[in-house]
């Protein structure tokens, strides 16, 4: 079952504006990740966020976590055509070793 | 795709055969991991490996079987292939386990079972 449930599940916007996905989740965790697809491609790692942080940046990413509300927000500021692509974020279940579960993404598609 | 190679990259079978496939990594990477991705459900678990001969089952492992007999080497293998085995199927890897520990993936295996 999945961990975390991203919202929207699609997003369309026009280049050079914000695209903001969240993603909440159901257990408590250590920390949150987010990742990229390329269309037709694996998935890329983006940027990762500790329990014990709010917020985090890289380059155009701006990451938030509310652990009290169990929820995150990825914010991709200035977009461009090249951010279209389906983002997913991802954590344990639980505080152990064990794999990433991941939800079921939102798919951005960035019009020039 | 950090050195993992997937292939096939593409299959197609017939139901009830049985269909392997293979994921090759350069990292050196412990902890190899298979998924499947399809519409409506996202990525979910299929098997992962945490060494040599070290598997354990994921969410949906039920008709699949892996082996890992090398560190750089981790083969889903489809027993007797179902339609519902239709699906795009990512191996992955990372040097540990846990919240902490980014993936890297491959470019995936679109496998239709007809």
């Known amino acids: 079952s999945q961990q975390g449930e991203e919202d929207p599940q699609a997003l369309s916007i026009q280049e050079g504006e914000n695209a903001t996905m969240n993603c909440s989740y159901k257990?408590?965790?250590?920390?949150l990740q987010w990742y990229r697809q390329n269309s037709g491609r694996g998935l890329v790692h983006l940027i990762l966020?500790?329990?014990?942080?709010r917020e985090k940046h890289s380059g155009r990413l701006r990451v938030t976590l509310d652990t009290s509300k169990k929820s995150s927000s990825l914010l991709i500021t200035a977009s461009r055509a090249a951010d279209t692509a389906s983002y997913f974020c991802?954590?344990?279940?639980?505080?152990?070793?064990?794999?990433?579960?991941f939800g079921k993404g939102t798919r951005l598609s960035v019009i020039a | 795709d950090a050195g993992i190679t997937q292939s096939p990259r593409h299959k197609v079978t017939e139901t009830g055969t049985p269909v392997t496939l293979r994921c090759h990594q350069t990292?050196?990477?412990?902890?190899m991991y298979w998924y499947r991705q399809d519409p409506g459900h996202g990525l979910r678990l299929i098997h992962y490996?945490?060494?040599?001969?070290?598997?354990d089952k994921g969410e949906v492992s039920d008709g699949y079987s892996v082996s890992r007999s090398k560190t750089e080497d981790f083969l889903l293998t489809l027993e007797s292939a179902t339609s519902s085995q239709t699906s795009v199927y990512f191996c992955?890897?990372?040097?540990?386990?846990?919240?902490?520990?980014?993936?890297?993936f491959g470019s995936g295996t679109q496998l239709s079972v007809l």
């Open positions: 992955a890897t990372s040097r540990g386990i846990g919240a902490n520990e980014k993936l890297f």
């Open positions: 257990t408590s965790i250590n920390n």
């Open positions: 966020i500790r329990s014990n942080e």
């Open positions: 991802a954590t344990v279940s639980n505080s152990g070793n064990t794999p990433l579960v």
């Open positions: 990292e050196n990477h412990r902890y």
């Open positions: 490996s945490y060494g040599v001969k070290d598997t």
